[in-house]
């Protein structure tokens, strides 16, 4: 079982519209979580962290359900420059071993 | 942005032959990250090193050798590499490689092997 889980999409968002998708992880000791992005033969970049209470930057709102070992990522009033990309990812050792999920595509059209 | 650096940017090499891969940060962190990305498949974390010490390795194969001379480089060794190892090799640093740091990726070197 993958330690990471992300639906590859794509997921094609009318510009203007809001997308919103999860991951699941299997490790119930991880303990930090963060959103990468991704574009297309780039290097990943740190979209966000995503706290225990939830966090919004800007058009970005990430949560997280430890619950059920989920956590999701919403992009309101997405932008043609959202394409791309984005890595869920979770880091169980102190040593900031971060386990990566295999991406969530996402492709905003005009 | 150039914090982290890594040449070549693209590599073909033979399966007999050595090559080495070269990453520099110029952030003054004190952990650095080889990684490999291949098509479609998650990153996997393949080496850290905290303050030029080796923390992880994680299960990599011997023809995969790092080396980490001081805290602002990082190279990896390849030799007698197979096909399956083409992939994009990615290195990333990070202040003090705790879970919570954010982690710093260098624009990666292709490389295929033949």
């Known amino acids: 079982r993958k330690e990471v889980e992300q639906d590859p999409g794509p997921f094609n968002v009318p510009e203007g519209a809001t997308v919103a998708f999860n991951c699941t992880y299997s490790?119930?000791?991880?303990?930090?979580f963060f959103w990468y992005r991704q574009d297309c033969r780039k290097e990943p970049k740190l979209l966000m962290s995503?706290?225990?209470s939830g966090n919004e930057d800007g058009r970005f709102t990430a949560q997280l359900n430890r619950a059920s070992q989920y956590i999701s990522l919403l992009i309101r009033d997405s932008k043609l420059s959202d394409s791309a990309t984005y890595l869920c990812v979770a880091s169980t050792d102190s040593w900031g071993k971060l386990q990566f999920g295999a991406g969530t595509q996402v492709v905003v059209t005009p | 942005e150039t914090g982290v650096t890594q040449t070549p940017r693209h590599l073909v090499m033979g399966m007999t032959n050595k090559k080495s891969l070269k990453c520099e940060q110029h952030l003054g962190h004190n952990a650095m990250y080889w990684y490999k990305q291949s098509a479609k498949k998650p990153l996997e974390l393949m080496f850290v090193y905290s303050l030029e010490e080796r923390v992880e390795n994680n299960s990599v194969p011997s023809r995969f050798s790092p080396e980490c001379p001081n805290s602002s480089h990082l190279f990896l060794h390849l030799h007698t590499l197979q096909p399956e190892d083409s992939a994009l090799y990615l290195c990333?640093?990070?202040?003090?490689?705790?879970?919570?740091?954010?982690?710093?990726f260098g624009p990666g070197t292709r490389l295929t092997v033949l």
């Open positions: 990333a640093s990070s202040q003090e490689g705790g879970a919570t740091d954010t982690q710093y």
């Open positions: 490790n119930s000791a991880s303990q930090s």
């Open positions: 995503v706290y225990s």
